[in-house]
């Protein structure tokens, strides 16, 4: 299986930004999309951003394109969020995840709610905090 250990959560200014870190460990070559999720309270979970193992592809939800920006460290088996122009809105818990059998082209299918058990993993999460 794969492990995912996530860093770089906090609390920040409205218009602020913060940088998460999600570091791979395990079976790192049978990851197919590495991305983000986040769930606020009383809110649905949401798929954030993804980038493709082999193509290096991206997804982006419509509420954080032109502010976040997803990439990756082969070498370190680490992905990375660079969030900017942080809003309130943003505040939420944003959980690491490393699917197994599908890339990012599944994110655009409403359905897709992250991986499954056995076909992925996802990471403790992180608490982001924008305060107004």
């Known amino acids: 299986q794969v492990q995912l250990v996530e860093s770089g959560g906090g609390l920040v200014q409205s218009g602020g930004s913060l940088r998460l870190s999600c570091a791979a460990s395990?079976?790192?070559?049978?990851?197919?999309?590495m991305g983000w999720f986040r769930q606020a309270p009383g809110k649905e979970r949401e798929g954030v951003s993804c980038i493709s193992t082999p193509d290096g592809s991206t997804y982006y939800a419509d509420s954080v394109k032109g502010r976040f920006t997803i990439s990756r460290d082969n070498a370190k088996n680490t992905v990375f969020l660079q969030m900017n122009s942080l809003k309130p809105e943003d505040t939420a818990r944003y959980y690491c995840?490393?699917?197994?059998?599908?890339?990012?082209?599944?994110?655009?299918?409403?359905?897709?709610?992250?991986?499954?058990?056995?076909?992925?993993?996802w990471g403790q999460g992180t608490q982001v905090t924008v305060s107004s």
């Open positions: 395990g079976f790192t070559s049978n990851i197919y999309s």
């Open positions: 995840t490393a699917d197994l059998v599908v890339e990012c082209d599944a994110w655009e299918d409403d359905d897709y709610v992250g991986p499954v058990e056995d076909f992925g993993s």
